[in-house]
């Protein structure tokens, strides 16, 4: 037997926390920046920031579909 495997759309609340680290992860290397870091310092904020906003993110989206459903 053959599986076929199909593509689920993607929620909307993934996209959620998923755009809130990535805006983390821009505003982290933009902090570094200002504050004249080298590469490797922005790499870190972005790091930093963008998993926090990630988990805020997923913090606000479970929530969120808690309180809809």
Do not use: C, E, H, N
């Not at 609340?13 to 992860?25: C, E, I, K, N, P």
């Not at 922005?42 to 579909?65: E, N, P, R, S």
């Amino acid at each position: 037997m053959a599986f076929i495997l199909k593509a689920a759309p993607i929620k909307q609340s993934v996209t959620m926390y998923l755009l809130s680290g990535l805006f983390g992860a821009i505003l982290g290397a933009a902090i570094a920046r200002k504050r004249r870091g080298k590469g490797l310092d922005m790499a870190q904020y972005a790091a930093g920031y963008g998993i926090l906003f990630a988990l805020i993110g997923l913090i606000l989206t479970i929530i969120v579909d808690r309180t809809v459903i």
